[in-house]
């Protein structure tokens, strides 16, 4: 039997727009982070990190070394991806991967600041598709004696599959 085993990628843009408390804090967390770590590499006075980026192509390594200050945030998601619901309104999906990314800022003004950041879901069965939703399972759970225990996720915008493989069982 073939089972279509897939990854679903979420990307959540932040910004000051964003009134959850969460993000919120991860902005803030962020933010004095980036304003740390750029002062290395911000020797000629940039004002914003694009100029930076443009300007001193080592200063790419900010992405990463700003993510380091939103790691605390995001193991609060016990491994959930935020945002994401099932049908039923429950969040369900997932994580272990993500992928966190600096949009732009000017250093003068937190308000022009703004982050992303993806999140991978685990491998999920991809069991088929009824209309814009997909029908799926974890990939690592073992059916029960009633078969796959399922989920019913509606595609968005900000969802889409990020891999995909087919699998012999």
Do not use: C
């Not at 799926?136 to 078969?147: I, R």
């Amino acid at each position: 039997m073939q089972q279509k085993v897939i990854r679903i990628s979420y990307t959540k843009r932040i910004n000051s727009s964003n009134t959850a408390l969460w993000d919120q804090h991860v902005l803030n967390s962020s933010w004095q982070e980036l304003l740390m770590q750029a002062q290395f590499y911000n020797q000629q006075q940039h004002t914003t990190f694009r100029q930076l980026v443009q300007q001193v192509p080592s200063a790419e390594k900010l992405h990463f070394l700003v993510s380091t200050s939103v790691v605390g945030y995001l193991r609060q998601l016990n491994g959930i991806v935020p945002d994401v619901y099932s049908k039923r309104g429950v969040p369900f999906l997932p994580f272990n991967d993500f992928k966190f990314e600096i949009i732009d800022a000017d250093f003068a003004d937190k308000n022009t600041f703004e982050i992303q950041v993806t999140f991978y879901s685990d491998p999920l069965i991809w069991h088929e598709t009824i209309g814009d939703t997909l029908l799926l399972s974890p990939a690592a759970e073992p059916p029960t004696k009633d078969g796959a225990l399922t989920q019913l996720l509606q595609l968005q915008p900000s969802i889409e599959i990020y891999s995909y493989k087919t699998v012999t069982t």
